[in-house]
């Protein structure tokens, strides 16, 4: 469908020798992105939520990935059209379709162009039906992708208070997602930023911060490189797990420490801004509620510890390569000023470290959702096949 851009996507990738991202800094590559707690029922249940993600995750190629509908998602603002309509797409790495139409319906312009191809992505817990089309794409202030593939839904379910999605998850994610062409993939943004020349390597910087507010623009996308300003220390990166089905997302290998105890011998498992919990293979999550001495709570499904407890709390570690990033207790904990939203209680303090919900050695034993990702800056990088973090002002808060 695209042999003109992959040929040169083909002959950019030779040349560029595997050096480190282009630093980014003040560039109009960056746009901000707010967290936001979407409760259309007065509350969430993120376990559910996040459970079902993680299901639908493992489950490659029967249903793609799902995004939430009461669910706490990062949000960027996406200009589509000439002139451009905004609308409001969940930032999400572990899928790869870009969709609107969810809520604010699709607006024409001179630049939409109707492929005709029907679309479907289904989402274990929602799903949307379209019709792909093509159209200028406007990220942040000023940054422009032209003939941008995107999907318009014309149904889908699943989806409130949000637009639909920008998928920049691995390219192949979105293989099977044309009703008419099921090996045809659809370049991302991401991909498209590149091979349009807007972006040199194909690399996205996160950067999220913990937040005790129900909306707050705490996130920073950067396409093209990474922005030291987010980050403390140095990036580490560690390449892409070639474990199956981790290997089909943003996939590493790690192992996990609580204190000195192991909770997870080195494995495979993912980064992804979809999921709001650190999830464990069921296993290790044992040991950790051991380790912890936290007991379940049955109202929202989440550990639970009392504050003697969270006093004794050990930094949980997570081992990558030679480094260890250590959650602190303060970040193993959901903010306590938003626990009515999880139908929980102001007296309580509950673990953001859940139930993957199967056992270890499956490929995919771990998830470090956004509530790792508020603590530790994140690159995406596809021109070298690896993922890297770094510390933040943030690591160490102690705000939750
Ligand atoms: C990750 O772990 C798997 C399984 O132990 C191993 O085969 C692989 O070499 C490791 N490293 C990478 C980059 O996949």
Redesign the pocket.
């Known amino acids: 469908m695209f042999p003109a851009a992959s040929l040169l996507t083909t002959l950019l990738l030779a040349m560029s020798i595997a050096a480190s991202p282009v630093e980014v800094r003040d560039s109009p590559i960056t746009l901000p992105i707010a967290r936001r707690l979407n409760t259309p029922s007065g509350t969430i249940n993120l376990l559910e939520h996040d459970q079902a993600r993680a299901a639908s995750l493992k489950n490659v190629g029967t249903s793609t990935l799902l995004s939430p509908t009461e669910a706490v998602s990062y949000v960027a603002a996406v200009g589509v059209g000439s002139p451009a309509t905004t609308y409001q797409l969940i930032v999400d790495t572990g899928s790869s379709n870009t969709w609107v139409g969810a809520n604010t319906a699709y607006v024409k312009t001179s630049t939409s162009v109707s492929t005709g191809q029907p679309v479907t992505v289904d989402y274990g817990s929602g799903s949307f039906s379209g019709t792909e089309y093509t159209d200028t794409v406007t990220l942040g202030s000023g940054l422009t992708i032209t003939a941008q593939s995107i999907g318009v839904a014309s149904t889908s379910t699943g989806f409130t208070g949000v637009d639909g999605i920008v998928g920049i998850g691995p390219l192949d994610l979105t293989e099977g997602t044309l009703t008419n062409e099921q090996t045809t993939t659809i370049p991302t943004v991401t991909d498209n930023l590149y091979t349009q020349g807007i972006i040199s390597e194909m690399v996205v910087g996160v950067s999220f911060e913990p937040t005790s507010t129900t909306l707050s623009t705490n996130g920073e996308l950067t396409f093209g490189g990474t922005d030291a300003t987010k980050y403390t220390g140095t990036l580490a990166y560690?390449?892409?797990?070639?474990?199956y089905p981790a290997?089909y997302y943003w996939?590493?290998?790690e192992s996990i420490t609580y204190g000195s105890t192991t909770i997870l011998a080195?494995?495979?498992g993912i980064v992804d801004t979809g999921t709001t919990l650190i999830l464990l293979a069921s296993n290790a999550y044992t040991k950790y509620q051991s380790a912890t001495g936290a007991t379940l709570d049955r109202t929202t499904g989440l550990l639970r510890v009392t504050l003697t407890q969270y006093d004794a709390l050990q930094n949980l570690n997570f081992n990558v390569g030679s480094n260890t990033y250590a959650l602190t207790p303060n970040g193993q904990i959901w903010p306590r000023a938003l626990n009515t939203y999880l139908g929980g209680s102001n007296s309580y303090i509950y673990l953001i470290v859940n139930n993957l919900g199967t056992p270890s050695g499956e490929g995919l034993d771990f998830i470090n959702g956004q509530t790792f990702l508020e603590r530790f800056y994140s690159v995406f990088d596809t021109t070298n096949a690896r993922v890297g973090f770094a510390t933040t002002s943030y690591t160490d808060a102690t705000t939750n």
């Not at 560690?238 to 474990?243: D, F, R």
């Open positions: 560690t390449p892409l797990t070639t474990t290997s996939g590493i290998n080195e494995t495979a």
